[in-house]
């Protein structure tokens, strides 16, 4: 599957990496969920990540599974080759929320995405955000995931379980420097 330029799908609902982002994102990845096995295939407009684990035993290599950075949950969601028939199929932009990029297209006035941008939550789901309300100007993917997992860092090194208050500490910036 060595795509080696990128595509996009649905005027970027769905953006499929060529080999450059492909090492890029698959290396924030790794950093991510400490391991240097992820290949990450593609994304969407949500800001959700498709990839492979390469050496999980008991796991098939083709297996994709989707990383959704505002709630932080991870999945498996379907094979490789299932993926690439929903793209040849042209069917991809619904699996990914199509519908919801369209209404998120006119109600912002873009007229579609750009490679490695998404349209987040306004504010992380994990955090209190709503998936109803999000970013009126696109963002880079890879800002986006970054962004979440220091947040994410943080709320784990503040020890806040589910259900906790945000303490304000965690938007205090000289406290992490």
């Not at 599957?1 to 698959?26: C, H, P, T, W």
Request: charged residues 25%.
């Amino acid at each position: 599957m060595g795509n080696q330029q990128d595509e996009v799908y649905g005027r970027g609902a769905f953006q499929l990496y060529g080999s450059e982002l492909q090492v890029k994102i698959s290396d924030l990845l790794a950093d991510v969920f400490g391991r240097d096995d992820i290949t990450c295939w593609a994304g969407d407009w949500r800001g959700i990540l498709y990839f492979t684990l390469d050496d999980e035993e008991g796991v098939d290599p083709q297996q994709i599974f989707g990383f959704d950075p505002s709630t932080g949950d991870s999945g498996e969601l379907a094979t490789l080759p299932e993926l690439m028939a929903a793209i040849d199929r042209g069917d991809i932009t619904d699996a990914v929320d199509g519908a919801g990029f369209a209404r998120w297209l006119a109600d912002t006035g873009n007229t579609g995405l750009e490679v490695a941008t998404c349209a987040p939550t306004v504010e992380l789901e994990f955090i209190g955000g709503s998936p109803d309300e999000r970013v009126t100007e696109p963002r880079d993917v890879v800002t986006h995931v970054a962004l979440a997992a220091v947040i994410m860092g943080r709320l784990q090194a503040l020890d806040v379980q589910p259900g906790d208050p945000i303490p304000d500490e965690l938007f205090d910036q000289s406290r992490w420097e």
